[in-house]
Structures are given as structure tokens and as C-alpha cells.
């Protein structure tokens, strides 16, 4: 049998499975006492246990190597233009729209934003094509409320607990979900360039155009825009009209993307498309803001989770693999990596779950209101930025394993550079940031209050430096990305400080304030005991037991 059979497998790291994501995890049990939401701890745990399980992360596999197709024709050659998807991304869906990721912040006003957050940043350690619908239709409350008629009958089906994926009118649905489709061939950052048309038709109007780019094309109805006499304007498009018919929505084709592959994303053609007009003419990209301020703040908290999914992965493989005679998390440069890739996922946590606590406590407080509207634009430029890096870090901690598709580090890496760039990539999220600090004073105070209850004297010093460039306004703008940057840098060590570990905090400040951004994980000027105990205060408790 010599050279046929191949020998055992040992020294491999077991799978990451079978553990309660939430229970294991002291850092988000810890955010979700500070914010004062215990109540979400039961459902936290259920879908906690189901992140963790081998079921889930299975059915997360299955969703992103069988991708969806494009069916534009039934058999007798009828326009049917449907996505048909894999059953687990089904049942992915079916879980996270069951357990309210997409609803939990509007219904409850004593804390909603802070317990949807974790059971978001849970729903992010498994899979992310999932997140793209969960997201829009968490977001698309905030246009709701802009169009009482059309959320008559629609708010209740977008905010019930369930998924039903038929084509039907939204009368006949128990739940629906919700799209954007703004982007189109000639430009997506820059929305004026919109050249859909919009002709008025008895109470509605008719769209004719085109979208490049539309995400979950399967969604039962998308928030649109398109051109009027007034300018470009927000429209909603229902995929079903009342009497049963289909909307015209042609679905050109789907794109072939680097990541993301469970969820569609398509080209589709308006062609007197019935849709209904939202908001005031002429002020369409003001009325969509609002939904993409919502998908900014998800997808910092989806950064942020990503981040704690690749640093579990690692710290797992680094506690469980053996090399030159001891696990490799006693080798003192592998946990220097870790402890460095721990501070930031931790760092990128408590922003997190700072800013959405900013967004619960916005309806009664004013200077909450002005943090969260700066800070979102912020903390999604600066951990979108971070993200690729921990992945790509992360994913050399496994060695050639973690190279391998079976491996969750292969998803993540290429699923981590695309929340840079849709809802507003890099550049244009650091011209939000540079207009909201400059229309509001009170938006950088409130940045510096947040920095100043650390009273630490080197996070208010380099708070002092951003307010001499953000006073020249040209200066500022060629500088945006390094003041957002150290704005972020200074809000995580502020809240490391106050809410984290004084060991780690303090490594934060010493190895990110005066980096000038040039560094690679790895290079924390501690001694071996302090890198071992910072990476070991990082693993999941689970972990910690090995
Ligand atoms: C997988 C995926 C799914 C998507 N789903 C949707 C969807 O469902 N609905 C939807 O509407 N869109 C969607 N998009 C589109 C996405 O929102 C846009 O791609 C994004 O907003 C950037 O627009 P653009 O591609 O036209 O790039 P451009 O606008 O051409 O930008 C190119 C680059 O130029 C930079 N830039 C632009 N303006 C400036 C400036 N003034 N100063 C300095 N730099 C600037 C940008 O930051 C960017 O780096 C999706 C994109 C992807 C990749």
C-alpha cells in the first residue's frame, strides 16, 4: 500500500466551529452592557450559536461557489427576468431576516441601533452577501418615513421578521424586502450625472434608463433615481404592480464580481417602468442620503466584524498549530502580529459600537445627533481602509491554509475591499466628512469632547494639529484622508482608554498616533510577555481553554 495512501493529518488546526459567537466573545458581551441593552442577550446567543455552528457556516460556503443565475426568459420565450438562487443562501436569508438584523433598530426605542448592531456584527462573522439585502432594507426605513402613501403599505411588510422570496405584489407577501438602484454607466460617485428620465403617468410616472450596478435585483421594490424638469429625484419602483403584473425591470445581466458572489448584483433597463415619486422634485440624491447614511453606518459595523472574524480565525490556527517545537502563538513574532491585529479589531469594535449608540441616543440629544452624522463617514473611510490589511494578515497566519477557498480568510479577503468602495468610496466619504465638519462647528467639538474624556495629552494634541488644517480649507481637502485617518485613530484610542484593557489601549496610542500610516502588523515595540498577553486576552473564550 506504500505511496497510495495518504497519511494522517496532524498538527492541523481544528475548523473554527461548533462555539456561540456571542458567548465566546468578552468584547462584544462587554459593548453590549455599556450600552445598556442586555435584553438582546437571549437573541444574541441564538444567533450567536448559529454563526458558530457547522450548519451555518456550510450553507455560507454552498451560497458563494454555487452563485446565482440569471433567468430573463421563462420556457415559452416570456420576459420573466429572475435571479434564482442557491437554497442555502435562501436559508441564510430566511435566518437573519427571521431573527430582525434588519429590523431590531426600528422597533425598539430603548436601545434598538445598539442591539441590531450586535447581532449584525455577529451576522458578519458568517457571511456578507447576505448583508448587502439586510442592509438596504434596514436603511430604506429612513426614506419611508419621506413617503407616508407608498409606507402605508409597505413599512409593515419591510419591518416583518421574515423572508418570503415569491414574486408577488407586496398585498399578497407577509415581508418584503428593499433595493437602491442609483448608479449608472456614466457615473456613481458623482449622482447629478443620473440620466434616467421620468414622464409623468396619471399618479405615477414612467422610468426609461438604465441602473449599472443593482444590487439584490430580487428585492421586492427599489428606491430609484431619475431626471425631472427640477433635477435628479427618488422614485420608488415596485418589482410587482397591485393587480399582479410585473414592473418592466430588465435584467440585463449579472455582474461577475471579485467577492460578494452569493448576492446578485445586476444591470437592469427601466422601460416605462411604473414608479412613484418620493420626496420633493429635483431633490432625489437629498432624500437618498438618508438611506445611504444608514448603509454607511452598517457597513462600519460590518468592517468592524469582519475584522473580529479574521482575527478569531487566526488566533484559532495560532493557538491549535504546532511549529519548531510550540503552538504558534508562543513564538514571540507571531504574537506580536496577533496582539497587533487584535488591537486594531478591537479598536474598530468599540468605534463601532460608539457610533451606534450615537445613533440611539440622536433622537433626544443634539450633540449626539452631530457626532453620529460626522463620525459615520469617518469610521466607515477609516475601517474600510484597515480592513483589506487585517484580511490579507490574517490570512499569512494560516500559512498556505488560509490560502485555500475552504479556508473563511479566502471569503473575507475578497469581500474586504468592496465596503471601501460601494456607499461611497474613499475619497468621496472623506469629502462628506470635510463638508459635515465644516457646515456644522459643532461637529469637531463634539469629535474633540468625544477624543477628551480619555484626558489623555497626546490624543488632544493631535486633535489641536487636525483643527489647524481643517481651518484652511484647501489644505483640508488635499489632506483628507490623513485627517480622517488620525481623527479615527484618536476616537478608538479615546474609547480603548476609557473602555478597554490600559495595556492595550496604551500600545494602541504608542504604535498608531505618530505611525504617519506607513506600518505592517507585527511591529508593536512591546516585550514577549505583553504581546502574549495581549494576543491571549484576544481569543475567543472558547480559545482560551486550549
Ligand atoms: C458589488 C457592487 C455592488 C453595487 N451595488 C450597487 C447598488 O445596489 N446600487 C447602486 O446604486 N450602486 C451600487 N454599486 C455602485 C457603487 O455604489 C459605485 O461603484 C460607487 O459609488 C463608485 O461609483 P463609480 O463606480 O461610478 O466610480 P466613480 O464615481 O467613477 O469613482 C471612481 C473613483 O474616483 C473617486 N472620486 C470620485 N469623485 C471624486 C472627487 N470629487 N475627488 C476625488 N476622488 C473622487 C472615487 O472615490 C473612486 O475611488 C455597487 C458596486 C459594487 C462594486
Redesign the pocket.
Known amino acids: 500500500m506504500s505511496g497510495s495512501r495518504t497519511p494522517d493529518a496532524t498538527n492541523q488546526s481544528p475548523p473554527l466551529e461548533g462555539y456561540d459567537a456571542y458567548g465566546a466573545d468578552p468584547w462584544l458581551r462587554a459593548a453590549v452592557r455599556r450600552a445598556g441593552v442586555e435584553w438582546i442577550t437571549p437573541a444574541a446567543h441564538g444567533l450567536g450559536q448559529y454563526v458558530g455552528s457547522p450548519e451555518a457556516q456550510h450553507h455560507a460556503s454552498l451560497a458563494n461557489r454555487y452563485t446565482p443565475e440569471l433567468r430573463t426568459h421563462d420556457r415559452g420565450g416570456t420576459r420573466v427576468d429572475l435571479v434564482e438562487y442557491h437554497p442555502s443562501y435562501h436559508a441564510l436569508m430566511n435566518r437573519a431576516l427571521g431573527a430582525g438584523v434588519h429590523s431590531l433598530a426600528w422597533k425598539r426605542a430603548d436601545g434598538g441601533f445598539s442591539a441590531r448592531a450586535a447581532l449584525f456584527y455577529l451576522w458578519n462573522q458568517l457571511e456578507q452577501g447576505v448583508s448587502c439585502p439586510v442592509t438596504?432594507t434596514f436603511a430604506s426605513i429612513a426614506v419611508f418615513d419621506q413617503a407616508p402613501g407608498i409606507a402605508r403599505e409597505w413599512r409593515g411588510k419591510v419591518l416583518a421578521d421574515a423572508y418570503d422570496p415569491q414574486p408577488l405584489p407586496v398585498a399578497r407577501k407577509p415581508a418584503a424586502t428593499i433595493?437602491?438602484?442609483?448608479?449608472e454607466k456614466q457615473?456613481?460617485?458623482?449622482l447629478r450625472a443620473v440620466r434616467t428620465t421620468a414622464t409623468r403617468d396619471g399618479m405615477g410616472y414612467r422610468l426609461n434608463g438604465h441602473?449599472w450596478?443593482?444590487?439584490?435585483p430580487m428585492s421586492d421594490a427599489f428606491f430609484t433615481l431619475a431626471v425631472l424638469p427640477e433635477g435628479v429625484s427618488c422614485f420608488f419602483v415596485p418589482r410587482s404592480l397591485a393587480d399582479g403584473a410585473r414592473n418592466t425591470f430588465l435584467i440585463q445581466r449579472l455582474?461577475d464580481?471579485v467577492g460578494?458572489r452569493s448576492n446578485a448584483?445586476a444591470e437592469i433597463e427601466y422601460l416605462d417602468t411604473m414608479a412613484w415619486l418620493v420626496g420633493e422634485p429635483g431633490r432625489g440624491i437629498a432624500t437618498l442620503i438618508g438611506m445611504a447614511h444608514h448603509t454607511r453606518f452598517d457597513i462600519v459595523v460590518a468592517a468592524a466584524s469582519m475584522m473580529r472574524s479574521a482575527l478569531n480565525q487566526a488566533l484559532h490556527h495560532a493557538t491549535h498549530r504546532w511549529a519548531f517545537g510550540k503552538p504558534l502563538l508562543s513564538h514571540v513574532l507571531m504574537a506580536n502580529v496577533l496582539a497587533d491585529l487584535a488591537l486594531e479589531a478591537e479598536g474598530a469594535q468599540l468605534l463601532a459600537f460608539r457610533l451606534a449608540r450615537a445613533f440611539d441616543l440622536s433622537a433626544s440629544d443634539e450633540g449626539e445627533r452631530g457626532l453620529q452624522r460626522v463620525l459615520t463617514p469617518i469610521a466607515k473611510y477609516a475601517l474600510c481602509k484597515r480592513l483589506s490589511a487585517v484580511a490579507v494578515e490574517a490570512m499569512e497566519c494560516l500559512g498556505g491554509n488560509g490560502y485555500v477557498e475552504e479556508s473563511a480568510l479566502a471569503r473575507l479577503y475578497r469581500e474586504a475591499p468592496?465596503n471601501g468602495?460601494?456607499?461611497?468610496?474613499?475619497?468621496?466619504i472623506c469629502?462628506d466628512a470635510l463638508r459635515a465638519l465644516a457646515r456644522s462647528p459643532g461637529a469637531f467639538a463634539a469629535l474633540a469632547d468625544e477624543v477628551g474624556a480619555a484626558r489623555d495629552r497626546r490624543l488632544d494634541r493631535a486633535m489641536d494639529s487636525i483643527k489647524v488644517v481643517l481651518a484652511d480649507a484647501d489644505r483640508a481637502q488635499s489632506n483628507g484622508r490623513r485627517i480622517l485617518e488620525t481623527i479615527a485613530v484618536c476616537v478608538q484610542a479615546s474609547l480603548m482608554k476609557r473602555h478597554g484593557d490600559a495595556e492595550a489601549a496604551q500600545a494602541y496610542i504608542d504604535s498608531r498616533l505618530d505611525s504617519g500610516g506607513a506600518r505592517a502588523f507585527g511591529t508593536l515595540p512591546l516585550d514577549a510577555p505583553a504581546l502574549t498577553r495581549l494576543a491571549g486576552r484576544a481569543r475567543l473564550e472558547t480559545d482560551q481553554a486550549s
Open positions: 438596504m433595493g437602491m438602484a442609483m448608479t457615473g456613481g460617485s458623482d441602473k450596478f443593482c444590487s439584490a455582474k464580481k460578494n448584483s468592496l468602495i460601494w456607499e461611497g468610496s474613499a475619497n468621496v469629502l
